[in-house]
């Protein structure tokens, strides 16, 4: 009935073996391999590294048979084979080539001077990999034109003893073959987000000479007759704007809410059908039709708008996307023309028309929709749990919430820096890092409160991501190997994720089922009040003290942190950073080509790695310094009421949340507070489970869940700055008043039946970049459905077979929602749409299912009528796909098309 698991995606990428390449190349492999090298006399192993070695081609760069025969020339089989190696990095580095052979090498000297020589401060593993005996032999024993072929034109994996794949030459999997789209291309929701009131007059330019600017990019155009009729055009913009009765207009659609203070925040928000109608009217009365040439681009434009207004806070439009069946010829001023239709012109001329239209809704998207709508309304995301969903306040509104709230929180937690270096122009401690430790406000609702962010000050957003990546992400790398070194001491698992949260009682249960089989389960779920703002800040420094175990001098305790990437596929980009942290005592096992342990990135069982050839060295003493100026230095600005001067405000205890070290000092804050107060948990019949502030306590002996429950009604003492939300507890099967179901992180636990199931799961993220086309989109959301799917772990020792067949369900819905309200769009701008593509997206989401660790054979039967009742209950209103439904149903059933 259900296909087979091995029917995927076909795989374009276009792999193969070296082996498969060097014989399209016309070398004679069995030539090759009948040589008895000097270098490498093991043809066993030889053949072993060609049947391994994946390459794929490099489609973003050919190198010419000049270029080849150049590079030919300077070489000769007789020099020394890491002479040749050496040229190669040369050459990529004089023509800036972006190779992961190149990485981390500079030139040691002025490149133009006889005697400068490349130079890596890093070893570099993959070089170090191209100059073994295997790679020399091949060079040997093959012309010097196809190895020169093979290493500056391809990609190359090699495959390690651990399963995984290195790539050791080439450019990072399929990276450069996206589209590089400018800021003018490119229309992000997030200009859009919190911005303070301004006066609607200053929504466009006082003059009808800066609105052509702003339009045309360009101060020559102020002067050009070709502009003559945009001019007509701004200036009657203009006149409309001045007449334009913004307030009324905004005050006959959004009517004042209740009283603040009375129901919760997000009731006080405006919601998005009034935002649009509200930008709908004003973008009728300020911009005439001829700005737009034609009832249907003004038709087509707005639609936009309305589309651009629904995003997330981190989605974004692409030009490609709006222009899509906008007709230049019928925008007169665009083509100098004052009245009658405009006759077909070159091409050059209609690559200029399209330019100054890019121009146009460049400023219309970029600058005058966010002005217009932060000049009314305060845009902030929500902290509902729904990344995406931003909540829109009239700024009298917010300002109404907000100030009050945030002068109280003032009075309670700051206090004012007069020491703050970073506004002290004296001071010789700029760019040492601590500048970043200085931050603004931002206010996000919650339902009757706020959370505070203290969001990093960037004056040079350059250097700003040069100190993340050079120091921050190593040195929170460091610390989280080291709490995972503590693990082992602990009592108490430590969660970072749901998946986490689910394994681990998972694992619980299953201890249950074989030695207490039967027995009642005592929950008790509590979390922490204001938990970034109660810590203690001496004990946070006392805990990292106690996680490295520094004795003697900090300086003497060195740490060689090394970053690498790691993808799904060969073609994949590398999206994800790893770091391999070795101190004195194991720097020499520091290879990854060494390395027996396996690695996998997003559920995928044989990542891709790749050596950035980046390697940071850390002393006991920087890494306290970092971590004490964070918690003892970090300053908040604030203007004062007049707005004409700022002053640095800093924490009487606690940490501002926003800084990227704060959330793992907190996590490892609260494990230290874990192993103090919940050791007298036995772990034959408890478990502790924390996911940030949220804490799941779960046992077979009534007496330790009471005990747990005294202790957090009790509250503990103060030396780690958590107290306990007790108004929030939830407590099963301990008195009358207990709960049946526990809620934890997004996930629901049933303490009867021993089962997990996702509680709600939200609407999928989907940014204009899935978008682009049907592939992007269908490759998004089944790597979606299939991350959603390995979170569950699914298990026939924990769960019931209808609750694994729910949560299929409950993934396969939210999948096909997004499928649903995406199709449409997708459909009509992709010219490479084909209905197949949908069929086989559609039967590619049973194939996912079943293609799982766990053995679901068992339940073919109930997957395919989830599959046949979802897909009939989404899709009934897409016609055009019936077929595709059909096809897909049928297949279900019958295994036949």
Known sequence: MIPSTSMKYVNTSKDETLRQYLTRQNVDIDSLLS???????????????????????????????????????????????????????????????????????????????????????????????LKSHLWETLYRKIPIHKYLRLVLTTNCFIRLETGNYAQIFGSIGANLNRETLGNDKIFMKSKVLYREESYYKFILPNCVDNLMLKLTKSRTSLKRKKFRNLKLVCQEILENHAKCPYSEIFKSLVSDPFPVGEGNFFELSTPLALIIRFVSVILGKVFPLKLWGSTRNRSLIFHKVVEYIRLGKNEYLQIHAILSGIKTTDILWINNVSSGKVKSNSLQHNEKSKTHLIQLLSWFFNEYIPNLVGCFWYVTESSKGVTSELLYYPQKIWRKMSVPWFENYKRNYLRKSYNCFVHDPNNNQRHTGKEYFHGKPRLIPKQHDFRLLCIPVKS??????????????????????????????????????????????????????????????????????????????RQIINTIDKLFEFQGSRGEYKYFIREFGKARSTTSKFRNTFYEIKDKLNINKFDIYETKEKLTVDNASEPVLVDRCITKVFSGSEIYNIIYDQVFHSTLVLKNDNNSEEYCFERQRGLFQGFPLSGTLCDITYNDLVQTYFNFLKKESSILLRLADDFLVISTDRDQCEQVNILIQEGFDASHGAFVNTEKTVTINLDINSQSIVQFVGLQFNPSTLEIIRSNISKIPISQVHLRNSKSLFSYLTLYYQRNLNEFNFDFETESACCILDNIESVLQAVLDSFCTNIKAVSKTDGNFEQDQSLLFLLNLLVVTLDNDLELTSLEVDIANIFEFCLKSKLKNFPFLQGVIDLAISFIKTEKL
């Open 460 to 537: 040079d957003i350059r250097k700003y991501n040069s100190y993340l990546y050079n120091y921050i992400y190593p040195l929170r790398a460091l610390l989280r190997k080291k709490v995972h070194e503590k693990s082992s001491e602990y009592k108490h698992p430590c969660c970072y994720s749901t998946s986490d949260v689910i394994m681990n009682l998972q694992g619980f249960i299953k201890r249950l089922n074989l030695n207490n089989e039967g027995k009642k389960l005592y929950v008790v779920k509590f979390d922490m009040k204001q938990c970034y703002d109660m810590l203690n800040k």
């Open 35 to 129: 040589i008895e090298s000097d270098f490498y006399s093991d043809t066993k192993l030889f053949t072993r590294f060609l049947d391994s070695t994946l390459i794929t081609p490099i489609s973003e760069y050919n190198t010419n048979s000049e270029t080849l025969d150049k590079i030919k020339g300077s070489l000769d089989q007789n020099l020394p084979y890491s002479h040749v190696i050496n040229t190669l990095i040369r050459h990529l580095l004089d023509e800036k080539i972006y190779n992961v052979l190149a990485f981390g090498y500079s030139y040691r000297s002025d490149k133009y001077y006889v005697n400068s020589e490349v130079h890596n401060p890093n070893v570099s593993f993959n070089v170090n990999q």
